[in-house]
């Protein structure tokens, strides 16, 4: 399974935690987890690749050991984690997009296409057909930014709520590990990071908007991408990985009977498809 190695790089003064597995010159496979986890997501798939990959698992911003940024936007994300990649002296690298880590490592496609080799997207959205209405409540206050549709959505960051986004979908929850859920609620009840994720809650507008912007990107240089899709997923619909192919018509799509965690229950599924469309 080869070693785990926990870092940290300086980025700005800002304090980038990652995990990192694999030989150095192996191809790269840059992981970017989603809300409200961190690298600790990818805790069962690293140890399936680290044979054949090199395997960098930043904690984005704010997220897992990470330090807290001082603004809060998806853009500012992107910046950190593009300079974060410089600091390590990444070159060339496929990037592994899930929920937060679509609008976060397309920008940084948008801003580097020569460095970006190929995309896994695990329920990694860039088509207005893939939100579902489990957004509703965001939208409004994407329409209205009153305090009011801001403290509507602390419900989204409530211990419960977590719990549920793990397991929702899932046909055995009994193969959901509690330590998932549990980290991220530990993560998620620090100081300060209740207003990040509403302002992160606020800011998601802005990579819909640069969906057409995603959407060329796919057009113009065609990236390698595989899309493994837990097929329950409440946020991020089946359709979302389906779109792929309209503008990327060699794009693969599988779907797998899981929900939106689908690494939880399906590491060892999505590991082979990512070994085999790599190495392809």
């Keep these: 399974m080869g ?3 926990y870092r940290a790089a300086d980025v700005n003064g800002l304090k980038v935690s990652y995990r990192e597995a694999g030989r150095a010159d192996a191809p790269t496979l840059l992981l970017l987890h989603g809300f409200p986890s961190a690298g600790h997501m990818f805790r069962d798939l690293i140890p399936l690749l680290a044979d054949s990959f090199h395997l960098v698992a930043p904690d984005l911003p704010g997220f897992g050991q990470s330090d807290l940024p001082p603004r809060h936007t998806f ?3 992107a910046e950190i984690i593009d300079h974060f990649t410089d600091n390590i002296g990444l070159k060339r690298y496929a990037i592994y997009i899930f929920d937060y880590g679509a609008p976060v490592g397309l920008r940084i496609a948008l801003k580097h296409p020569e460095r970006i080799s190929a995309i896994v ?6 088509y207005e057909e893939g939100l579902s209405d489990g957004w509703n409540p965001i939208r409004a206050y994407w329409e209205n930014p009153s305090q009011a549709n801001r403290d509507a959505l602390r419900g989204f960051l409530k211990p419960e709520t977590t719990i549920s986004q793990y397991t929702h979908g899932v046909a055995d929850a009994t193969m959901v590990s509690p330590d998932g859920y549990s980290l991220d609620n530990f ?3 620090r100081p300060g990071a209740d207003e990040l994720q509403l302002d992160l809650f606020g800011d998601y ?3 819909v908007a640069l969906y057409p912007a995603f959407q060329k990107y796919f057009r113009d240089h065609k990236p390698r991408l595989l899309a493994v899709w837990g097929k329950n997923d409440p946020f ?5 990985a389906e779109a792929f192919k ?6 693969v799509v599988r779907f797998y009977d899981t929900g939106h965690f689908a690494l939880e229950t399906h590491a060892a599924e999505i590991a082979a498809a990512i070994r085999d469309f790599l190495a392809t």
């Design 3 to 5: 070693t785990i190695h």
């Design 75 to 77: 853009e500012n994300l």
């Design 121 to 126: 997207s695990q329920n990694g959205n860039a």
């Design 187 to 189: 993560y998620l009840a």
């Design 205 to 207: 507008k802005s990579n």
């Design 236 to 240: 991020f619909l089946p359709p979302g």
């Design 246 to 251: 309209r503008d990327i018509p060699g794009a």
